[in-house]
C-alpha cells in the first residue's frame, strides 16, 4: 500500500522560506505513469494545488504561487521537497503531498499544518 | 484561470439522496473527480472521470457531467457521509493546473 508523509518544521517566520519533504512508501516515486504534487489548505478553507512534479524533474506550479514555490525530487531517497520563499501569514495551512496520477490526486499524505508567525 | 464553483453547503435526511453541484464554463468537455474530507483528515477521492468509482467506495456515491455543471450524488445518505465534499478538474491551459472547487459541507440531519 502506498503511503506519504510529510516532514518539516511547523513553525515558520514571515519572509522566510517554508521547507517540507514528502517521503514515498509502499511504491517508486520514479513510476513513469505518475506525477508528485503538494496541496495546501488554510485553516476553515479550501483545498490549493501548489504544483506537480515528475521523477525526471519536470514541474507544473500554480500560476497565483510561482514567483515563490520550488518542488524537487530526490529518487534516490524516494521522496520530493518542497520550498515556499518569502511567507506571510496567509501561507498558513496544512500542507499535503499527494501521488498525482496525472490529473488527480489518488494517494495523499496525512497533512503537516504549518504556522507563520514571529 | 479556471474557476469551479460549488454550494458551500447542503443538507440532507439520513436514507434521502444529496445532491452535489461544481459548476464550470463548458466543464463538460473535461473530467470531474470529486473527493470526500472529513474533519482532521486528508481528502479521500470518491468519484474519478465524471462518474466511475475507485475500489472500496460505495455505489451510493455517483457522478454526472455536463454542460456547465457537474453533479456529485450520494444515494441513502448516512451519518459518515458528513463531510466535506471538492470537485476538481485539470486545466491544461495553465500550467497544467490542478483546479479544485470551493467546497460543499455536507450536513446529516
Known amino acids: 500500500q502506498l503511503q506519504l508523509q510529510e516532514s518539516g518544521p511547523g513553525l515558520v517566520k514571515p519572509s522566510e522560506t517554508l521547507s517540507l519533504t514528502c517521503t514515498v512508501s509502499g511504491g517508486s516515486i520514479s513510476s513513469s505513469s505518475y506525477y508528485w504534487g503538494w496541496i495546501r489548505q488554510p485553516p476553515g478553507k479550501g483545498l490549493e494545488w501548489i504544483g506537480s512534479?515528475?521523477?525526471?524533474?519536470?514541474?507544473y506550479y500554480n500560476p497565483s504561487l510561482k514567483s515563490r514555490v520550488t518542488i524537487s525530487v530526490d529518487t534516490s531517497k524516494n521522496q520530493f521537497s518542497l520550498k515556499l520563499s518569502s511567507v506571510t501569514a496567509a501561507d498558513t495551512a496544512v500542507y499535503y503531498c499527494a501521488r498525482v496520477a496525472p490529473r488527480l490526486c489518488d494517494y495523499w499524505g496525512q497533512g503537516t499544518l504549518v504556522t507563520v508567525s514571529s | 484561470s479556471y474557476v469551479l464553483t460549488q454550494p458551500p453547503s447542503v443538507s440532507v435526511a439520513p436514507g434521502q439522496t444529496a445532491r452535489i453541484t461544481c459548476g464550470g464554463n463548458?466543464?463538460?468537455?473535461?473530467?470531474v473527480h470529486w473527493y470526500q474530507q472529513k474533519p482532521g483528515q486528508a481528502p479521500v477521492l470518491v468519484v474519478y472521470?465524471?462518474?466511475d468509482r475507485p475500489s472500496g467506495i460505495p455505489e451510493r456515491f455517483s457522478g454526472s457531467n455536463s454542460g456547465n455543471t457537474a453533479t456529485l450524488t450520494i444515494s441513502r445518505v448516512e451519518a459518515g457521509d458528513e463531510a466535506d465534499y471538492y470537485c476538481?478538474?485539470?486545466?491544461?491551459?495553465?500550467?497544467?493546473?490542478?483546479?479544485f472547487g470551493t467546497g460543499t459541507k455536507v450536513t446529516v440531519l
Open positions: 512534479i515528475y521523477y525526471s524533474g519536470s514541474t
Open positions: 476538481q478538474v485539470w486545466d491544461s491551459s495553465s500550467d497544467h493546473s490542478l483546479v
Open positions: 472521470d465524471d462518474s
Open positions: 463548458n466543464i463538460g468537455s473535461k473530467s
